[in-house]
């Protein structure tokens, strides 16, 4: 069995793992940065592995040796099987079997971590590492098996995902007390239009939803301070200075009488389905990755 996989040279592990590095790099040059003897050395192996399969697994564009669309291929089907080789070694050895999740930055916070012990409670021997990644990032990564789960918006998913919901992440705006009581009867018009707004801006979609609510209410949306995160707005709602608007999961971390809801049907444009996204592949390689996605989804679902 297997013997013409055996009867010439040129395929090993290390091969593979340094297939799948140029792969995730994107060259051999962003593998290796700035050492010229790596970059030789996994060059000569990138070549052993083309003259083992028959097939160029690399070719060199302008400066820089990518893999050609058989060498993904091949970086593809040999990341799937040392996956499972590790697990089966952590398996027997008794160790930790590691999963990673990808999702935004106030997900991680405000949905996942406080949630996750519950799973690792109940898959002892399982740890889990979490990714602040952008949803294409999420999706790309689920694709490509580099990333075990993500949490993506349900407009965001890919043909080739399973995918199940985890429910409406909702948001709302939120005035710090100091802020609000300079204002009777605060509307989200006038707080849009009189206040000092603290925004997550490095979501395109967030932003374009909110910057559409502004034309609505007929108020200019300029925010006084432009943020990367939303727990970075809310850094600047517990400031005092500054009102936002959150994921409700947020609101969870607030002192009660901190802030003053603003309630406005016009917020509801920007609700949005989050699914628990992975690659079908993983539930092939990965012992336990069936069980896992269910506790996630069990442990994760918005109320």
């Known amino acids: 069995m297997f013997e013409t996989l055996f009867s010439e040279r040129g395929l090993s592990l290390d091969r593979l793992k340094v297939l799948i590095e140029v792969r995730d790099a ?14 030789s050395q996994y060059s000569r192996q990138l070549r052993e592995l083309s003259e ?5 697994v690399a070719q060199r564009r302008g400066k820089l040796l990518k893999l050609t669309e058989q060498g993904e291929r091949l970086a593809e089907l040999a990341r799937e099987q040392l996956r499972s080789l590790d697990d089966f070694r952590a398996e027997c050895k ?17 949905l996942v971590i406080p949630r996750l012990g519950t799973i690792i409670d109940a ?14 990032e999420i999706v790309q990564q689920l694709a490509e098996g580099r990333l075990d789960f993500g949490i993506i918006r349900k407009n965001a998913l890919a043909p080739g995902l399973k995918a199940v919901s985890l429910g409406i992440v909702r948001y709302v705006a939120l005035v710090p007390e100091p802020l609000a009581r300079t204002k009777k009867k605060l509307t989200l018009r006038q707080a849009l239009a009189e206040l000092p707004l603290a925004t997550q801006t490095t979501d395109g979609q967030f932003t374009s939803g909110l910057r559409a609510i502004a034309k609505t209410l007929q108020v200019p949306l ?10 970075q707005t809310m850094a600047a709602l517990r400031s005092g200075s500054f009102w936002t608007i959150l994921p409700e999961l947020a609101t969870r971390d607030l002192p009660t009488g901190a ?31 069936a069980k896992i996605a269910a506790r996630l989804q069990h442990a994760l679902t918005i109320p």
């Open 26 to 39: 994107g060259s051999i040059a962003q593998a290796a940065p700035g050492d010229p003897v790596r970059q």
């Open 52 to 56: 083992f399969f028959g097939c160029e």
């Open 94 to 110: 008794q160790t930790n079997v590691a999963f990673t999740l990808g999702a935004g930055d106030s997900l991680i916070q405000w």
């Open 123 to 136: 898959f002892p021997g399982t740890r889990f590492a979490t990714l602040n990644l952008r949803t294409q």
């Open 222 to 231: 300029r925010p006084a301070l432009a943020c990367q995160s939303f727990p």
């Open 259 to 289: 802030a003053q809801r603003l309630e406005d049907a016009s917020l509801a444009p920007l609700n949005r389905e989050a699914m628990l996204a992975w690659n079908p592949r993983l539930i092939r390689v990965r012992p336990n990755a």
